[in-house]
Structure formats: structure tokens, C-alpha cells
């Protein structure tokens, strides 16, 4: 994707120093596009914990980046020293965010090479960054991938329309703000987008940390794709009114069964497809399955995220980005950070390798080689 015609990924190595991972700080957006410095492990699990990065693609290659700046910092020590400290840089990674699973799996990537590495210290530096390099790479391609098996539903309603606009609607960010580039959910309505197609999106705001009204907004604005923002509660009356043609959301953890946990909201969304038979879509790469867990409303983690972020909110104002509060000082705030879709209110999965039921046999037809691994 373009930023004021500069092509620009999530995160990438500074060009003149391969001890430095920049990221686009995702906090400032969409007031101020500001590139961040990582050089530490510690910076990168505050960049997944406090959300300067956040989709679930993007924080598991910042966490192989992360597993690389642990293994830098620990060059001059004895190769059992330095096994250690990556151990601990594991064992703060994944503590960094609960729910994401392709963080458990990046890291998980990481730590199956380095088992299978003979060589010395300076040998896993190397291992650690070309691994990251490959994740980074796996993941932008899926997200390519998901775009060109999507975008026949959205050719086939437009078709079904006579070429009239398809309307999309969307929740959270599942763009390429949260992956390497293309995005998920927006990978299909970007090349639908670039090759001609008409589409509009209806954004939702995505309380508390308005994802879809910063980033999701900013990033179509940029590529010209027509949107409008909504509230979050608006979507049930723009489907009663014909107004919604199809809903693609993308996950942040998705159980080979097909139930879909994604940002808070995405249930509420799924219930009003449903009942004005809407189709709703899921985008993800394979890199989000999870390959362990059957029931994803009694098995998925669901992280709780501070009350300030729904008793306050934070915007532009004369020129400075500041916090306001919007609730009375002594009154609790829940902080869910996502829900569970079951997996009967979901019309199919989107991914690299192609669409399929969100069932057992859907995911494992698409993916055979799982199947002496689920369960």
C-alpha cells in the first residue's frame, strides 16, 4: 500500500542498520504518521502490548523481529547465557498479548529453528533475522492470496447487481495497517477496488480504541477506495434496509472448528447478518488457525484490556492529540477486547489457499496436512 504515494509496509528493517526494526506507530494515526524505532526486545513486546502495532498478522512477525533484538542483545554471551536470555524473550513475548494466536505461532516458528541449528551464536543472530525475514514474506503473500480468492464474491454480487456498488461492511482493522500489506478483509475490496469494480465500505467506528474510524478509514482514504464511517450499532439497520451487501471481517484467532474470535462487536455483527441473510465472510491466513482448541467461546482466551480505554477517548484537538474523559470519574468500565462468532453464523473462510465452509472438514480440506495435528 501507498502513503502519499510512498509504498510502505508495517514493518521493515531501517536501511543503513540491521540492529534497527521500524514499525508505523499505530497510536497516531490518523493525525500524524510517525515510524518507530525498535532495538530492544523490551520495545517490541511494549509495541504489541500498548498497540503501536496491533492485527494479528503484524504482531507475530513483530514478535520474530522481537526474538531477533533479544538474540542481538545477548551476542557476546556464552551460547548457554544466550539461550537463556532467548527463553526469557519468549517467555515476555508471549506474554505481551493473549489472544492473537499468530503471535504463539511466530514464536513458536522461531524456537523450532533454533532447535534444529548446530551452529554458534553468531549462526542463530542470522537464523533468528532470515526467519523473521520469512514470516514477514509468508504473511504478506497469504494476505495477497486472500485477496485474489475473495474477490470473486464481491465480482459475483456486482454482477448480481448489474455493476451497481457493492457495499461492504467492516469491523475493527483488518487492512493492511494489521498485516505486512494488503490486509486481510480489505485485501479482496482493494483489488476488487483497483480493477474497476465499484465498491463502498461502511466502516464501523470499533469502540473503545476506534480502529475502524482511525485506521480503517485513513488507509481506504489513502487508496481512494469510497467508505463511510458508522457506528458501531448502526450496521443491524443499514442490513434491515437492504443497505449491506456483504459483511468481511477478518480474526484474530480462529479454531479449526470455525468459531471466529475477533475485536468486540464482530458477534453483534454476525447476528444481524444472519438475520437478514447477509453473507459473512472471514478473512484470515493460515498463520491464525488454531490448530489445538475445538469450542472458541469456552477455549479461546479473551484479553482484558485497561478501563481507561473505554472511560476516555483520544482525538485531535487544535492541533495537539489528547485524551478526554467520557464517563463519570467513579463509575467501573469492562474492558473486553474481543468475542467469539460461532462458527453457524459464519458463510465461509477466506484464505490463502482458497474459501471453505468454517467447519472441521471445510478448514482440514484446505489444510490436510493439520489433520494428524487437531484434536
Known sequence: MKVDGKHFNTIWIKSNDESVIQIIDQRWLPHRFVIEDLTTVEEAAIAIKDMHVRGAPLIGVTAAYGMYLAAL???DEPESNFMRKIDQAVDMLRSSRPTAVNLFWALDRQMEGL???DGGVEGKIRLLLDLAGEIAAEELESCRLIGEHGVGLIESISKAKSGETVNILTHCNAGWLACVDYGTATSPIYLAHD????VHVWV????????GARLTAWELGKHGV???????????HLMQHDMVDMVITGSDRTVYTGDVANKIGTYLKALAAQDNN??????LPSSTFDWENTDGVAQIPIEQRDESEVKNIIGLNEGEIRSVSLTPETSAAANYAFDVTPSRLVTALITER??????????????PEKSDQVG
Do not use: M, W
Open 226 to 236: 469510497p467508505h463511510t464511517i458508522v457506528a458501531d450499532n448502526v450496521g443491524g
Open 278 to 283: 447477509v453473507p459473512f465472510y472471514v478473512a
Open 354 to 367: 482458497g474459501i471453505c465452509s468454517a467447519d472441521e472438514s471445510g478448514v482440514l480440506g484446505l489444510f
Open 73 to 75: 542483545s545477548a551476542s
Open 115 to 117: 532447535r534444529d541449528f
Open 204 to 211: 464501523d467506528e470499533t469502540r473503545p480504541r476506534n480502529q
Open 195 to 198: 480493477n474497476g469494480i465499484k
